[in-house]
């Protein structure tokens, strides 16, 4: 079946795109556009939701605190030394918070700007090894995948490790391409790797260099490397992420240093702790899932690849290619290189997966690092197919436009739920940009313009996310209650206590990064009832069930009661309710005078 579907559709000369390679300068007009609708979506998303998902307040409260006490060596997290991650990402949210104020979005900023360098670097780079439209399209693909969006949107810091292993990355091969100055970008490959293992751990050195040894002994070439190579790489690295461990380790002690490499990292990879019990096939499923919509292309790369590999061979030895096949290049010929540079992607590709695979601490988005080299070897090979008017192009744009009609009707359930009746204009914005999307992706099929359906596709999650974040984010993030209560709080007077009940104990990072004060966590109504019996003002945040627990005689007076999202926000929740968030019991905000 794969070898019909990627036999040319359209009769006519196809152009190798292989063989286009230019400069910056010739795919500036393309990319520019790519990186502009990235920047309204990710800046959209990142203002529009009022709250901290995943681990994102880790990387702020930490910066927040660390700016408090003006202290720029040691993380703290509610008030204690905090190890998790180096301190790159911290001085990065830092700036921020200084030059913008302390905010969600200014907190989200570094990984924005981030996301948006490595679309241009990733297209770029592209466009130099396989042409003009091979570039742009690789930038459309990275800057519109999901899990890319979603984190481009975070405050994390793996958007930024992503970002420097990219960079690395291009430095190695266009160091190993470029011999007469090779020393000088091999040096700046070593100062991105370095930026990595600050911002990340050793894995921002280990993911390039282990995919680049690999290459290496492949193509023959591991004689290229010379011991000076490996003496002034390692000391660059070792120049910009030792003095920051030195200064932890005076300003905390020995335990600051084993804490970050033995417990975050050795016993994260191949320790119990963090054993999240995930089989080995979890992180290629991760970067599929994670990868889409682009990821429907893997298969018919795959195949390709495939069949390229084993028709070289056989010509290799002397034989024939099947009937009906394309012409194979000569023994040992690698069509300008194209080959090579496509095993160069797929090998950092699968480094990365085959590194977490087998660590036994995997999250889906430790993939990240791989949707660069995935994005390009899409860009690559739909740029080929582009030109030829080969089925998969076809097939996959077709997919597209079905897929995309049909995610805009099914979402208009869920989002006129969440929007609680208000008129349709008011939150129509994702559903009716994803059904257009769809019809301009079929009617540019339909004209064989392809390359015009694949950008009316990035365009279209792009215009589409960047509504949702104005309109339906807006309706979410109003029903959140830590934005309202914390308005109020901040109104209180400065000793006032904070408590929270244990049921919504996952609000207690997001109360202290937006109060700078530090709540208390309540297990029980008896917890409860102690904790307002205190001297001094105190205020509580508890569902009007559990307040009726308390005896009458001895109630706190309600300041503020809403319906309010009691859960994480995540698509899976979104399905279950069928839009229907926030928890049918109200949630009050409590105070003791």
Known sequence: MFRTLVRRHTSGQEADASREGCSAAAVAPLLVPVVCLALVLYASLAAGWP?????????AECAREMLGQSDWITPLYHGKPFFDKPILMYWWIIGTFTTFGISHLSARIPAIIAALITVALTGTGTARLFGRRGGALAAMALASSFMFISFAASCMSDMNLVLYDTLAMALLYAGLEMEQRRGLIWWLASAAMGLAFLTKG????????????AFLAVTRKLSTVKPRHLAVGALTVLAIGLPWFLAAYRANGLWAISWFFLRENLQRFAGSTYDTHKPAWFMVASFVSGFAPWSLFLPFIVFVEAQEGRR???KGKGGKAGPGSAPVPPAGADDGGCRRKRLFLWLYLVAVLGFFSVSRGKCDYYALPAYPAAAALVGAHLSRWIAGGCRPAYLVGWLFAAGFAAVGALAVYPLGCIAGGKPFFLWAALPVTLVLSGLAIAGSLWRGRLYLAYAAAFAGICLAGTGFAWQGLKEIGEMQFTGRFCR???HSPPGT???VLASHANSIDEITFQTGREPVRLNTAAEL?????????AVAVVSEDELSRLPESGRPRIVDRMLAISRPVTPGYVIESKGRLVNPVPLCLVINK
Do not use: M, T
């Open 312 to 314: 070289l061979g056989r």
């Open 529 to 537: 009832a102690r904790f307002l019996s205190l001297p001094g003002i």
């Open 202 to 213: 050793p894995v921002g050195v280990v993911l390039p260099a282990v995919a680049f040894a």
């Open 51 to 59: 709250r901290f998902s995943r681990a994102e307040v880790f990387f």
């Open 497 to 499: 206590r904070i408590g």
């Open 488 to 490: 109020q709080i901040n």
